[in-house]
């Protein structure tokens, strides 16, 4: 960016009005800490005022949190109107008490469109679009672009675009807003207003994340009803969620939940598995195998019976069974249905109870009859008749019976209680999974569509412990058996989308009753667990067609060269994917031969040269899972983070350091994957670090190989290639 006079004359006129906001800023949120420290002190009588109070205070924490959220970078662009209007635009909107013009505009603000969507041909009405690059409360820089037409005039700072600026910036291992430089393909779908589901796809590095957190900011905002009932992020592991977490509190949003589907499930997982085991687990058979197990745990045909009094009172069959196709039709979970089968039977037992009364009392009338000639129905009757009572409304056996008493005294009786739970038994989560993972036969019989070896890899052992796909598999059975989930969402947001099994899949849905949705995801990326493999096959069995694709072309991570680099990999792993098109070109790739003895030598050679010559760049060492812990066994995490491949996705860093490319492949089903995933971490440069393939066969180094220190490479580490 140019920054010369007139650069320094503008950043000056613009500091005057930075310093505004900053102060009204100051201001509000001052006032905010004031309020929410009296409301802090003042005395609460009654559960009523308590709750009244935490509320308040509950609420001015959360505007507390959206202002200070805000600080860093708080002003960042400004548009001109043709007709000389000025606005100002920033992560939060600000307006002073009585002002007509808000000092700034929140960038999700109607107002706040055509700064992201005029371009030179499309105006929008804008004579110019000027980026602040503000730091510390000073504004460092300023940027125009001039959309009309019109030459440069006075005060018009034209230079380097600020997209650019953003996207060399050294990389902290955290992600940043992209607020300041949303780009118009991303922005339009930011902003959209299709409430349902909207689908995000495109290569690594697209801006997908992007994309997905700014729509859940604009979400939050646009659409009050939804931000109520809340927001949810789901992204793939806890390290991803560290990397994405200041985003949205740094756009003043504090609200919304992060998790993975693990951490929504009922049990924390203590066990791993091999990933085919996991993948199985999360085929859409578990579901209806899950649901066939609660099912036959139903009232199965049969008698029921149970101790009234000194009597036993038996139910036919049929009505256990007309009980039974009451309680599963009324669309109830299992334990709840179950209460209801309960009265039902409560129901049917008192009926009977009366029925075998009034038959009692007629056999005691006809005895009597037949062994005195007296009726005493009649003779009752009459003496009350004589007393002046309606002795035919009074005296009859089934009005005295009292259906009530005898109902609540069954339902509060353990025997029936027990009797009850012989047919329809309280489950549980894990007993259901249970039934189904230990039991040969139940798998057999559930689960016919699986071969024989199938089934063998998905029997549990009883006592082990829960795994992350079991989780998944708990979280079905307690919908099954206990209901809905009890924390809704009303919009939910699925970073890395392409990893969610079927299973995953349907846990994510009854989280967001209202179907209103943003997924985002790149199946070239598919990690050894996905069940599905485009977005029909993951979506279609639970929304049908009902979903809006859209597509990202630009590559804003990794440069030219390393995209160009795994082209042919691309080509192998996702035929007919359209490579993405980078921004930025950088140094070629490199590659460095080792020797397996000697891949720890080099690499911390290679660590240390780089650290040299950028220091302060974000390093990643990516490697098979296994190789994780030797690697920093040997001291290697004091130059670079050592990733595991399988916990890389989603992340990013300024050079990536791939170990042993084949053994990454080697070391999951679909490992190419893993690969394509590892070589396009890197914003500026790659290396990868290969074993030669004599090595492997030899366990004494050969002759071509490269020892510590003589690692061979396409040039310097800070070669320009
Ligand atoms: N408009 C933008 N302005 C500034 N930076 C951007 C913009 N769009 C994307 N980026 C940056 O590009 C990088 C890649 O973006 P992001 O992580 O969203 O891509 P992705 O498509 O989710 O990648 P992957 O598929 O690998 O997970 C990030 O550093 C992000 O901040």
Redesign the pocket.
């Known amino acids: 960016m140019r920054f010369d006079d007139d650069g320094a004359r503008q950043a000056e006129a613009e500091q005057r009005h930075v310093t505004a906001v900053y102060h009204l800023l100051d201001e509000r949120l001052a006032d905010a800490r004031a309020r929410l420290a009296d409301v802090l002190r003042a005395e609460a009588a009654g559960p009523g005022e308590i709750y009244a109070r935490e509320a308040a205070a509950g609420h001015l924490a959360g505007r507390v949190r959206h202002l200070e959220g805000a600080e860093e970078g708080l002003v960042f662009g400004r548009i001109d109107a043709a007709d000389g209007t000025v606005l100002h635009l920033g992560r939060i909107g600000l307006r002073t008490d009585g002002g007509e013009t808000p000092l700034l505009v929140d960038w999700r603000a109607e107002a706040a469109r055509p700064f992201y969507e005029a371009t030179p041909l499309r105006p929008l009405g804008l004579r110019r679009r000027r980026h602040l690059r503000v730091e510390d409360r000073r504004v460092r820089a300023v940027s125009d672009e001039l959309l009309d037409g019109s030459p440069a005039a006075a005060g018009d700072v034209v230079g380097d675009g600020p997209?650019a600026r953003?996207?060399e910036a050294g990389?902290t291992g955290r992600?940043?807003a992209?607020v300041a430089?949303?780009?118009a393909e991303?922005d339009t779908i930011v902003r959209s207003a299709h409430r349902g589901v909207t689908v995000v796809q495109?290569?690594?590095?697209?801006?997908?994340?992007?994309?997905a957190l700014h729509r859940a900011a604009y979400v939050l905002y646009a659409f009050p009803r939804v931000a109520e009932q809340g927001v949810l992020i789901l992204g793939p592991n806890t390290r991803f969620l560290d990397y994405i977490s200041q985003v949205l509190p740094s756009l003043g949003e504090n609200g919304a939940v992060l998790a993975t589907c693990t951490g929504l499930a009922p049990v924390t997982p203590a066990d791993a598995e091999p990933p085919e085991t996991a993948r199985l687990k999360g085929t859409a058979g578990l579901a209806d195998a899950l649901s066939a197990v609660v099912r036959s745990r139903q009232a199965p045909h049969r008698r029921f019976a149970v101790p009234v009094g000194k009597e036993v009172v038996r139910l036919p069959r049929e009505d256990v069974t007309r009980a039974r196709e009451a309680a599963v039709t009324s669309g109830l979970a299992h334990n709840p249905a179950g209460a209801l089968f309960k009265r039902y039977l409560a129901d049917m037992v008192t009926g009977a109870v009366e029925r075998a009364m009034i038959a009692d009392l007629a056999a005691m009338d006809a005895e009597a009859v037949e062994s005195t000639g007296l009726n005493l129905d009649e003779a009752v009757e009459a003496d009350l008749r004589a007393l002046g009572f309606d002795g035919a409304q009074d005296a009859a056996p089934a009005e005295e019976f009292d259906a009530d008493a005898v109902r609540a005294a069954l339902l509060g009786d353990s025997r029936f209680d027990r009797a009850v739970a012989a047919l329809w038994p309280r489950l549980t989560p894990e007993t259901v999974v249970r039934a189904l993972l230990e039991d040969a036969e139940a798998m057999a019989l559930h689960l016919p569509s699986l071969t024989e070896r199938e089934r063998s890899r998905l029997l549990r052992t009883p006592g082990a412990g829960w795994t992350d796909a079991d989780a998944v598999l708990l979280d079905e059975a307690a919908a099954l058996v206990e209901g809905p989930p009890g924390r809704t969402f009303g919009h939910v947001v699925v970073?890395?989308a392409q990893e969610l099994t079927a299973m995953q899949w349907r846990m994510a849905l009854r989280r967001c009753p209202s179907r209103s949705m943003t997924l985002?995801g790149?199946f070239a990326?598919a990690g050894p667990a996905a069940t599905a493999r485009t977005w029909a096959e993951a979506l279609e069995p639970h929304l049908g067609t009902r979903y809006a694709l859209h597509t990202?072309t630009i590559g804003?991570?990794s440069t030219h060269e390393i995209l160009a680099a795994t082209r042919d990999l691309l080509a192998r792993i996702a035929p007919g994917q359209t490579p993405s098109r980078a921004l930025r070109h950088g140094p070629l790739p490199r590659e460095l031969t080792a020797h397996r003895d000697t891949i720890t030598a080099v690499l911390a050679s290679e660590l240390r040269a780089q650290a040299a010559a950028h220091p302060g760049d974000l390093l990643a060492v990516i490697c098979a899972d296994t190789r994780a812990a030797g690697l920093a066994a040997a001291g290697i995490g004091r130059w670079a983070r050592i990733v595991p491949a399988s916990h890389v996705?989603?992340l990013?860093f300024d050079a990536v350091l791939l170990v042993d490319p084949p053994e990454i492949v080697a070391a999951r089903p679909g490992g190419e994957r893993d690969l394509y995933?590892g070589l396009?971490r890197a914003?500026k440069r790659l290396c990868t670090i290969t074993v030669q393939p004599a090595c492997r066969e030899q366990p004494s180094p050969c002759g071509t190989c490269v020892r510590a220190g003589q690692a061979t490479s396409a040039g310097p580490p800070d070669s320009e290639g």
């Open positions: 997209l953003a996207l990389r992600m940043r992209a430089t949303l780009q991303q495109g290569g690594p590095g697209t801006g997908k994340t992007v994309v970073d890395e985002v790149d990326q990202l804003y991570r996705r989603g990013e995933v396009t914003t």
